[in-house]
């Protein structure tokens, strides 16, 4: 790739450590009306009960004040190969993140999908949390021209009608990518410890990124990555 292509970037997240003690249960639970035997009313409220810290559990891994960066991609425009960097404890996430500031120049140009609103914050975020010292970015979506997002060009503010890298990528014609998982499925992983699965699914969303990018004429040219 030329040098005036961007750096592609992608990460994969899991909830922090303790999820639990954030969670707050002080919202009322109440039965439906159509639940009148104080049984039934109070089998309703314990499995409420326990949905909802659930679903506040799974999405955490999408609030970057809430979750951990378990895999760190980034591919710069020097290099044939994306950097997938594994972060099994928070140790290794902090050097991780050292590394990405250490290695980021100013002015350097970011590519991703969400990346505004999700990848830097949460690098952002957890380098704050961490202690790592970070470099600035100007990422305001009207004025940067350091952050190219192809999720806010792709879909153009229409927040109804959403669609995933994935879907872009069938879309527009893309080769298809091997993939085993999702992103939702990545706690899972991390939680049994498959870092393979996690390392395939990073590497499968970043050659996504790269053929959307190309697509959209933000990469120069066309490379062949083993």
């Known amino acids: 790739m030329p040098h005036s292509d961007p750096t592609l970037i992608d990460l994969e997240c899991t909830a922090i450590e303790g999820i639990e003690s954030y969670y707050d249960d002080s919202e009322p639970i109440e039965a439906p009306s159509n639940y009148v035997k104080p049984d039934a009313i109070a089998n309703y409220i314990a499995r409420e009960t326990v949905r909802r810290k659930q ?44 590394g990405f500031w250490e290695s980021y120049h100013a002015g350097e140009v970011l590519c991703g999908f969400n990346i505004r609103a999700y990848d830097l914050a949460v690098i952002y975020r957890r380098s704050l949390y961490l202690g790592v010292p970070v470099k600035p970015i100007e990422r305001d979506r009207y004025r940067s021209t350091h952050v190219i997002d192809l ?29 085993t998982i999702t992103g939702a499925d990545v706690p899972a992983c991390v939680a049994r410890g498959d870092w393979e699965a996690i390392r395939a699914h990073l590497l499968a969303d970043l050659v996504r990124v790269r053929d959307v990018a190309r697509r959209m004429g933000v990469l120069a040219k066309e490379e062949v990555v083993a």
């Open 55 to 98: 679903a506040f559990i799974e999405r955490a891994a999408l609030d970057p004040d809430l979750c951990r960066i378990v895999m760190l991609g980034y591919w710069p425009p020097t290099q044939t190969h994306p950097c997938l960097q594994a972060c099994e404890t928070e140790r290794e996430e902090y050097f991780c993140l050292r």
């Open 151 to 179: 999720f806010e060009q792709l879909n153009e503010g229409r927040k109804h009608q959403m669609h995933s890298l994935d879907w872009y990528h069938k879309r527009l014609g893309c080769p298809p990518v091997a993939d």
